[in-house]
């Protein structure tokens, strides 16, 4: 971990560490039930959210609530978020934990937080990230997502990138550039989540004998309900 990534974290739990959640929820489980929140508001203004037949096609979905960016004396964005794919069948998978982070350099100063959801076309970026990690621009390109029935200048028009990216700024969708940081499997999430003393993504993605908490399980359904897949 750089001391850009440090940063944010410190300053992620002065500035943001008022934020609250049932006792009995463990870290895991608040950032899954968050993840289904962001879900189910892409519903709410059709014309302002990522399509869903963009969802429909995508072979993996990372939905990271809440990454922190934050600028002092240098800047940087921290977020913790689950990552969902395919299976052979094309359903979608059980979540394996992801984080996001970066850093850049240059004067800079104050806090945003920002829901970011990351679509992911094709398995070869996944197949990055579960062997090791990506960083976003470099490994895997992304291209600003269209949003609704809106396609705004710089999208590509027939949708032919490989990847797309999102963030969720005061209840609207917009596409956004996240070059420079770094994707990664988040292990001791996993771990704790699973209830194992180790759990690769590729486990979590393909097992069938997997003991899955329930709210996992909600997650899932969420995601299938909004990409019009069956159960």
């Given at each position: 971990?750089?001391?850009?990534t440090?940063?944010?974290y410190?300053?992620?739990?002065?500035?943001?560490?008022?934020?609250?959640?049932?006792?009995?929820?463990?870290?895991?489980?608040?950032?899954?039930?968050?993840?289904?929140?962001?879900?189910?508001?892409?519903?709410?203004?059709?014309e302002?959210a990522?399509?869903?037949?963009?969802?429909?096609?995508?072979?993996?979905?990372?939905?990271?609530?809440?990454?922190?960016?934050?600028?002092?004396?240098?800047?940087?964005?921290?977020?913790?978020?689950?990552?969902?794919?395919?299976?052979?069948?094309?359903?979608?998978?059980?979540?394996?934990?992801?984080?996001?982070?970066?850093?850049?350099?240059?004067?800079?100063?104050?806090?945003?937080?920002?829901?970011?959801?990351?679509v992911?076309?094709?398995?070869?970026?996944?197949?990055?990230?579960?062997?090791?990690?990506?960083?976003?621009?470099?490994?895997?390109?992304?291209?600003?997502?269209?949003?609704?029935?809106?396609?705004?200048?710089?999208?590509?028009?027939?949708?032919?990138?490989?990847?797309?990216?999102?963030?969720?700024?005061?209840?609207l969708?917009?596409?956004?550039?996240?070059?420079?940081s770094?994707?990664?499997?988040?292990?001791?999430?996993?771990?704790?989540?699973?209830?194992?003393?180790?759990?690769?993504?590729?486990?979590?993605?393909?097992?069938?004998?997997?003991?899955?908490?329930?709210i996992?399980?909600?997650?899932?359904?969420?995601?299938?309900?909004?990409?019009?897949?069956?159960?």
């Open positions: 971990m750089n001391w850009s440090k940063l944010i410190v300053l992620m739990v002065i500035i943001f560490g008022g934020t609250t959640y049932s006792l009995a929820e463990t870290s895991e489980e608040v950032v899954i039930r968050n993840a289904i929140e962001v879900l189910n508001d892409l519903s709410v203004i059709p302002q990522i399509p869903s037949s963009l969802l429909n096609n995508a072979y993996g979905v990372a939905i990271i609530p809440s990454v922190i960016k934050i600028g002092f004396m240098g800047g940087g964005r921290y977020g913790k978020g689950v990552l969902l794919v395919r299976t052979e069948s094309s359903r979608w998978s059980n979540p394996s934990f992801v984080y996001i982070a970066g850093g850049s350099f240059g004067f800079q100063f104050g806090a945003q937080s920002a829901d970011t959801i990351l992911f076309k094709s398995q070869k970026s996944i197949d990055s990230i579960t062997s090791g990690k990506i960083t976003l621009g470099a490994d895997a390109s992304f291209a600003a997502g269209p949003i609704g029935r809106l396609v705004g200048a710089g999208t590509d028009l027939k949708l032919k990138s490989e990847n797309y990216s999102y963030a969720r700024n005061r209840g969708f917009i596409g956004i550039s996240l070059d420079g770094v994707l990664n499997i988040h292990q001791s999430s996993n771990i704790n989540f699973y209830k194992k003393n180790y759990v690769s993504a590729n486990e979590i993605f393909h097992s069938k004998n997997l003991d899955t908490p329930v996992a399980s909600k997650l899932r359904q969420c995601l299938i309900r909004y990409t019009c897949q069956h159960p």
